[in-house]
């Protein structure tokens, strides 16, 4: 295989987690007598550009097309999205003459925040189901992939844009160069590229592992980042560090001849990287090694639990749970069901674990004594809401970035 952004064919693999089913195929009732499909889940690092890939990539249409993943359903996410739409529409001055659009829109979370500061919006969203939810809450969106097609149809209903976001998808995409390339297509001269991607340094910062799926092609660095922009003739002007995710950058992009000034953020950051060695394979090594110490660890606490003769829940299906649970072996042998709140999870199992995916009255009917928050990056939001379970001596277990029982 090859370097999706400088071709380089000596990619050197640092960790594998083995085969694992795909992160958001969870099964319904009747898929559970067959065999499901699983694939190879490692990565690699790419000398010369500096990226961090999955070795395997598995077709987008087998993983978007119809998606199970409703971004609203968390209320930190609602949010952190509104947030995002009011400081790009006050800092760039957007208006009812401006156009923004979503790629990767999903239930038009984003969108909805840039309607409120009455400037123009589209979304582009693959997945059939969740795009109609999108309309559904009055957020036009174009059902398909983002590419050529789209943002010429984009153009032709609403003109060029002022500014592209793509949050939580960058990392989705194969080919990222037709993917840069459509973007500058689709803005106005002045106009900007915002993306929010899972970041690396906070990944191996904090052993979020978990992470890696199949969804994620792409684990970058603003150093990889900042490399791919170049071969398109475009700048990143500035780069902000927020929280979603355990950790993700925000990086804003323009076209080289924008007018957009440069901040001090950028060569901060990238200094940053340099110090802590991402452009080196030993940093990724390390993080290799380390990933064997974290499962080591929760097992045992686990383990500890059920020795004792007690039950543990899960709370929160994500994605990012699949690789958690099948990496470290948790399947219904330690977990009795998981709650989530998303009503097209609920009735459905697990991915590769099979664990039965539950609404949150469950934790009334079958009360456990410690609940497993894999939604670790929502912890402080799913604690303030199952308060009253911690006051009748319910335990919450907390994964990740560090172990904690509370
Ligand atoms: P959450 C998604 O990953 C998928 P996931 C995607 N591929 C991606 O790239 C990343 O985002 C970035 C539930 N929950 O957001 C909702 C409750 O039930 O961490 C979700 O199922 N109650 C686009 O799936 C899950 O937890 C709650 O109170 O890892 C959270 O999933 C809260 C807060 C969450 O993303």
Not at 206 to 214: A, P, S, V
Not at 322 to 335: A, K, M, P
Request: glycine residues 8%; charged residues 25%.
């Amino acid at each position: 295989m090859e370097c999706r952004i400088c071709r380089n064919n000596d990619l050197k693999e640092f960790l594998s987690l083995g085969k694992t089913p795909l992160a958001n195929s969870f099964l319904p009732k009747e898929s559970l007598s067959l065999k499901e499909e699983s694939f190879p889940l490692a990565v690699c690092f790419c000398q010369d550009c500096k990226l961090v890939q999955l070795t395997y990539v598995v077709p987008a249409e087998a993983m978007f097309k119809n998606y199970v993943y409703v971004s609203s359903t968390s209320g930190t996410f609602r949010a952190h999205f509104a947030r995002m739409a009011e400081d790009i529409s006050k800092d760039f001055n957007l208006d009812e003459k401006s156009l923004a659009v979503d790629v990767g829109s999903n239930d038009g979370i984003l969108l909805k925040g840039f309607k409120r500061f009455n400037v123009r919006t589209i979304g582009v969203e693959p997945a059939a189901n969740v795009a109609k939810i999108a309309e559904e809450n009055g957020v036009e969106t174009i059902n398909g992939f983002f590419g050529k097609d789209a943002a010429k149809e984009i153009v032709a209903r609403k003109g060029h844009a002022d500014v592209v976001t793509a949050a939580n998808v960058f990392a989705h995409v194969n080919d990222i160069d037709d993917f840069a390339e459509n973007v500058k297509f689709l803005l106005k001269k002045d106009g900007i590229l915002v993306i929010e991607v899972q970041y690396l340094v906070d990944t191996i910062e904090k052993m979020t592992f978990d992470n890696i799926y199949h969804e994620h092609l792409s684990y970058f660095t603003l150093t990889s980042l900042a490399n791919f922009f170049k071969r398109h003739e475009m700048e990143i002007f500035d780069a902000q560090r927020v929280d979603s995710h355990g950790g993700s950058l925000r990086v804003f992009a323009k076209k080289n001849n924008g007018s957009h000034k440069a901040g001090k953020n950028v060569g901060m950051i990238l200094k940053h990287e340099q110090e802590i060695g991402v452009e080196d394979l030993k940093l990724y090594r390390e993080f290799a090694g380390n990933v064997y110490s974290v499962r080591e660890n929760l097992k045992s606490c686990l383990e500890g639990i059920k020795n004792k003769g007690m039950s543990i829940a899960g709370y929160g299906a994500p994605a990012k749970s699949t690789t958690l649970l099948n990496f470290c072996g948790i399947g219904r042998n330690f977990l009795d069901y998981i709650v989530d709140e998303n009503p097209l999870k609920i009735g459905l199992y697990t991915p590769g674990t099979r664990i039965p995916v539950v609404g949150p009255d469950a934790l009334d009917k079958k009360k456990p004594d410690y609940v497993l928050i894999l939604a670790w990056n929502f912890a402080e939001e799913i604690l303030a809401k199952t308060k009253k379970y911690s006051g009748k001596g319910v335990k919450f277990i907390i994964p990740l970035p560090e172990l904690r029982t509370i």
